[in-house]
């Protein structure tokens, strides 16, 4: 064999890191530096090595992100669950402990990035236009702040190009193909966001309505990005054939019109996505936007295998991840509403002062959703196959006793009632759509109550308890007490058999007029005749339009109703003065209360133990 002298050892060396690099950049290095053509269709010029790393960077970032989340909610949970076992036969002495902090950087946390605004005060108070345009609410500031951080990333990504590159066409090439592929990559965040099943709610402790707010910012960048990628592609074309060439490939190039298929889908959802438009007309909306959605996949989809293209695996999860959210909703809508021996579910609707409908979901099986969960009505005679989120107001379990055991004979064994099936009630302010059909079909029965069919589908959220805690300030705006009721409820029963630290509760409600009361006056008079609820409880209606002054009459000193509206921040820092054991203060109302509520937790935060949570829903 003859021997191989140094030159030709590098000469060897050179070609072998030559064809690295052609195998993992796609490349016509035959073609000239003025060649365009070559770079207009398919992966030359694209780099899918770099489109890989990208990927497992931006994933892994968020994976990362999301084991701190984890590491920070286990944290919580057992601090939580310590401070309930040892607060449940305690005094109000033998709570002092729980009062403050044990660590100076947790409060701080919480109080300049979890419950901070963005600036100032406002969050969830939507920005206005007129008295009848809202134009959009403000993130956060750690929302605002991972939103900030994913953009930067993927801008960083997107700017990771070859610029050694001589000829410019394999630079906007390696573009195409970048935009493309972390629009694709994306698409898998935001279909997992969509979803109501989204396993990361529950493994995280992460609201829906903070999922559906990265689901929006996601979107608006993954358009962005297949407009880039889009353009790419045009402009390479344009230098090699003019307007006729682009022309000739959108009319006659299925790959090419699918791919444009999927971006017009996308534009057409950016221009109807913002908040006015979707405020207008919410359920239309809805329905276009989710038929623009399915165009835009099946564009995506299409485009990518008649490349064929390296990111038909991402498509394929996408679509798995949509299948599995419907198929798992599905499963449970029949399961909770079908039953051989009892039928199916039926609504009983009742017309109610205030414009509202209290609707009562007659179930076939035993079902109890826990405190401050939702679920998804649906009725068909009103609105087809919608929709829509409700705060669970009220649940009851209907029992059955054994006929073949008579109480009467006393040789017998009692055996205990068991439950065979239940009623789920729900609160439907009239606004458009739905709501306001409902009500007005419900308005026109000479009994103001209507039988229909409907569905419930759920239930969701109720992720955290508040066992632990012991005071609770619990503020409610017009509707949104539906959402505290069961809170007070399961509070004052868990107080009655030992099996919670709170001791005090301060229930806060704020209301239009006297009418808006009978919204849920059976059930604050199930509240109000617990036994145990005078050690504990406390409520405070606020009126902030009555008709006349005899309308504010407090009914003693347990509950009492004032004109106007309360001062949160006033609130909060007389029962923060008075707390016993940790303190929390929850929201569920409009936008303008919640941060007011917001802004006074904070205040707060970090002279004691004090954690605040706020109920949302931010369509």
């Known amino acids: 064999m003859p021997a191989i002298d140094s030159s030709q050892m590098a000469a060897l060396a050179a070609r072998a890191a030559s064809a690295a690099?052609?195998?993992?950049?796609v490349r016509h290095a035959a073609y000239p530096t003025t060649s365009v053509t070559p770079y207009t269709y398919g992966l030359t010029g694209v780099d899918p090595k770099m489109d890989n790393i990208s990927s497992r960077v931006l994933y892994g970032s968020v994976g990362f992100i999301c084991v701190i989340v984890t590491a920070v909610r286990l944290f919580q949970r057992g601090n939580a669950h310590l401070r309930h076992l040892t607060s449940l036969n305690s005094n109000a002495e033998q709570q002092v402990y729980w009062r403050n902090d044990q660590s100076s950087w947790w409060p701080w946390l919480k109080k300049h990035m979890m419950y901070a605004p963005l600036k100032n005060k406002r969050h969830n108070r939507e920005i206005q236009l007129s008295a009848a345009v809202n134009l959009c609410t403000i993130p956060s500031r750690l929302h605002t702040t991972l939103l900030v951080l994913y953009y930067l990333s993927n801008l960083i990504y997107c700017c990771m190009l070859d610029y050694t590159e001589l000829n410019k066409a394999a630079v906007i090439a390696e573009l195409r193909g970048r935009t493309g592929h972390l629009s694709t990559l994306n698409m898998i965040a935001l279909f997992l966001m969509a979803g109501r099943n989204n396993p990361f709610i529950?493994?995280?402790r992460v609201s829906f309505d903070t999922m559906n707010l990265f689901h929006r910012w996601?979107?608006?960048l993954i358009i962005v990005e297949a407009i880039a990628h889009t353009a790419a592609w045009a402009s390479n074309k344009y230098t090699a054939t003019g307007w006729t060439g682009i022309g000739d490939a959108v009319g006659h190039n299925a790959f090419i019109q699918y791919g444009t298929i999927g971006t017009v889908a996308m534009v057409i959802i950016l221009i109807q996505s913002p908040s006015p438009i979707r405020h207008a007309a919410y359920e239309t909306f809805l329905h276009i936007h989710q038929l623009l959605a399915f165009a835009t996949l099946l564009g995506v989809f299409v485009h990518a295998k008649l490349g064929?293209?390296?990111?038909?695996?991402?498509?394929?999860?996408?679509?798995?991840?949509?299948?599995?959210?419907?198929?798992?909703?599905l499963t449970r809508l029949l399961y909770r509403n079908l039953s051989k021996s009892r039928g199916m579910t039926h609504a009983t609707v009742e017309a109610l002062p205030g414009e509202a409908c209290r609707v009562t979901f007659h179930m076939p099986r035993p079902w109890t959703p826990p405190p401050g969960a939702h679920v998804y009505a649906y009725l068909p005679s009103i609105s087809l196959w919608q929709s829509h989120p409700f705060s669970v107001a009220w649940t009851t379990l209907q029992t059955s006793e054994n006929i073949d055991t008579p109480r009467s004979d006393p040789e017998k064994p009692q055996i205990a009632p068991r439950a065979t099936s239940s009623t789920v009630s729900l609160i439907m302010a009239a606004r458009t759509g739905m709501t306001r059909k409902l009500y007005q079909r419900a308005s026109a029965s000479p009994s103001q109550t209507v039988t229909i069919p409907g569905f419930l589908e759920g239930s969701y959220g109720g992720l955290e308890s508040l066992h632990s805690y012991g005071s609770l300030v619990l503020f409610a705006g017009g509707v949104g007490i539906t959402h505290q009721l069961r809170h007070v409820q399961d509070l004052l029963l868990a107080y009655e058999a030992r099996t919670a630290a709170v001791r005090r509760i301060h229930l806060i409600w704020i209301v239009r007029s006297t009418e808006q009361l009978e919204w849920v006056r059976p059930w604050m008079d199930k509240l109000l005749a617990m036994p145990c609820r005078r050690?504990?409880?406390r409520i405070s209606l606020y009126v902030t339009k009555p008709r006349s002054p005899r309308d504010i009459v407090s009914a003693s000193s347990r509950v009492q109703m004032f004109a106007g509206r309360p001062k949160a921040g006033v609130v909060i820092r007389g029962e923060f003065e008075e707390r016993v054991g940790a303190m929390c203060v929850g929201v569920c109302g409009p936008g303008a209360l919640a941060d007011d509520v917001r802004e006074g937790a904070?205040?707060?935060?970090?002279?004691?133990?004090?954690?605040f949570w706020e109920e949302a829903f931010t369509w």
């Open 602 to 611: 904070r205040e707060v935060v970090g002279e004691g133990k004090c954690d």
């Open 308 to 329: 064929p293209l390296p990111q038909i695996p991402y498509i394929i999860l996408i679509i798995c991840i949509w299948s599995y959210d419907r198929i798992f909703r």
């Open 21 to 25: 690099s052609t195998s993992t950049k």
């Open 202 to 204: 529950t493994v995280l």
């Open 535 to 537: 050690d504990i409880l």
């Open 218 to 220: 996601i979107g608006r």
